[in-house]
C-alpha cells in the first residue's frame, strides 16, 4: 500500500503561481509513476501531468508550458509547479501513484493510489 498526502492548495488570482506537493509514504519502491490529476465541477478527471521513476513526463495539452512535475526521491515527494494559472485551472487536484508507464501510455486505471484531493481556486 502506498499512502499519499497532497499540500499547497488554495486560492491564488489569475495569472498567479501555486506548488502543489505531494509526499508518499509506505511501499515506495512499487512506484513507477506518479501523477497529477483534477476534476472539476460537473467534468470528467482528467490527467494533468505524470512522472516516472526515469524521470519522464507527460503534460495535458491545456497546462503545457504552464506546469512543471518535478520529484524529489530522498524526500518521496512530486511537486506540481503551477504558473500562469488561470480560471479553468480551478478544480480539485489529486496526487496518484502506480507501476512503471510509458509517457505514451499513461493509464488513470493503472494508478493503483489516490491522496484525499486537494482544493486550487483560481479567481479573476
Known amino acids: 500500500q502506498v499512502q499519499l498526502v497532497e499540500s499547497g492548495g488554495g486560492l491564488v488570482q489569475a495569472g498567479g503561481s501555486l506548488r502543489l506537493s505531494c509526499a508518499a509514504s509506505g511501499r515506495i519502491l512499487s512506484i513507477g509513476s506518479m501523477g497529477w490529476y483534477r476534476q472539476a465541477p460537473g467534468k470528467k478527471r482528467e490527467l494533468v501531468a505524470a512522472?516516472?521513476?526515469?524521470?519522464?513526463?507527460n503534460y495535458a495539452d491545456s497546462v503545457k508550458g504552464r506546469f512543471t512535475i518535478s520529484k524529489d526521491n530522498a524526500k518521496n515527494t512530486v511537486y506540481l509547479q503551477m504558473n500562469s494559472l488561470k480560471l479553468e485551472d480551478t478544480a480539485i487536484y489529486y496526487c496518484?501513484?502506480?507501476?512503471?508507464?510509458?509517457?505514451?501510455?499513461?493509464?488513470?486505471?493503472?494508478?493503483?493510489?489516490w491522496g484525499q484531493g486537494i482544493q486550487v481556486t483560481v479567481s479573476s
Open positions: 512522472i516516472s521513476s526515469a524521470d519522464s513526463t
Open positions: 496518484a501513484a502506480g507501476p512503471l508507464m510509458s509517457r505514451l501510455s499513461i493509464d488513470e486505471a493503472r494508478f493503483g493510489s
